[in-house]
């Protein structure tokens, strides 16, 4: 089932998420041609009932689509509007961003840039707000810094768990799927750059830190597709697990990556910075590996449970 909506999506954004159309959107071009594509392909509702006119897909079968999104850095809150429309009665048309937030809180939401709406939660309540955020001053970043004075009416109760374990899923999805393309481009890189006559890739030292990263790579699709595995939305062990697991994976990756690139990875001719950028960004976004784990760790002491039981009955969500 899965590879029957993979597959059409990932030729989809081989299509419109191309490395040269993901720049000209960090550029500020338009948006209108990809975000037509994603909303004529119907993959929008993916998560949305089917008694709304969705797919009503559980979370582990939009997985590999969020994952994918990452794997193509895609500039766009498409994963974001997935888990919108399955929110709202109602949805809005556009691209959809996500916070948590409250009047007159300052936050940075990332895609706020080309959002036409943020779905907010604030005091266990969803609200629908136009984006007009500023930039955060990180080149080539399509996050927004967002704040508002006063939220307009509610549209909705906030899902049970709230919506940044929904986001946190979402983020460790892409970190997934990014950290795959990440490592697959160094490992080719690390296979054709050749120093003192034969590739960087047979040097032992080097060939540790890639195994690693391949290491941390997995790390992060397990504890993604752990963290997908239960119902919608996921449970807050679920959520936790996979963001902090996923975010650990994504410095290490990132950093293992340029190590090996060298001085051509930042380079902005070079594709690998469009992954490592999004790495760190995703990494921060909804909750760090700290914030995580300080809510994993709360939730385990709270369990009268063993270790085991608590792995069992409460990861899975």
Not at 111 to 131: S, T
Not at 235 to 261: D, M, P, Q, W
Request: proline share 7%.
């Amino acid at each position: 089932m899965m590879s029957e909506f993979l597959e059409p999506f990932e030729r989809m954004l081989e299509d419109v998420a191309t490395p040269a159309a993901v720049r000209a959107v960090e550029q500020g071009g338009s948006t209108d041609a990809m975000w037509a594509a994603f909303a004529e392909s119907g993959f929008l509702d993916a998560l949305a009932p089917e008694d709304r006119g969705g797919a009503g897909l559980p979370l582990a079968e939009v997985q590999p689509l969020w994952m994918a999104l990452g794997r193509h850095a895609v500039p766009l809150p498409v994963g974001e509007t997935m888990i919108a429309r399955a929110l709202l009665t109602e949805a809005p048309g556009g691209p959809v961003a996500l916070a948590i937030a409250a009047p007159g809180q300052a936050v940075v939401v990332p895609c706020g840039l080309v959002a036409a709406h943020i779905l907010v939660e604030a005091d266990d309540a969803l609200h629908l707000a136009p984006a007009t955020g500023a930039p955060t001053g990180v080149p080539a970043s399509l996050a927004a810094r967002l704040q508002w004075d006063a939220l307009p009416a509610a549209v909705a109760p906030a899902p049970e768990g709230g919506l940044r374990a929904l986001a946190a899923v979402l983020r460790a999805a892409l970190i997934a799927g990014a950290a795959e393309r990440a490592t697959a481009m160094t490992a080719a890189y690390a296979g054709e750059r050749v120093q003192f006559g034969k590739p960087i890739g047979r040097q032992q030292a080097l060939q540790q830190q890639m195994a690693v990263m391949a290491e941390e790579m997995v790390a992060a699709r397990i504890a993604s597709q752990l963290g997908c595995a239960g119902a919608f939305p996921p449970g807050l062990a679920a959520a936790a697990t996979a963001k902090s697991v996923a975010s650990k994976a994504a410095a290490r990756i990132a950093a293992t990556a340029h190590a090996v690139h060298g001085a051509i990875g930042i380079s902005e001719e070079h594709d690998l910075q469009l992954f490592t950028r999004r790495l760190h960004e995703w990494r921060l976004a909804d909750g760090s590996e700290t914030y995580w784990n300080r809510l994993l760790g709360a939730a385990r002491l709270d369990d009268e449970g063993g270790s085991v039981d608590f792995v069992r009955e409460r990861l899975p969500g």
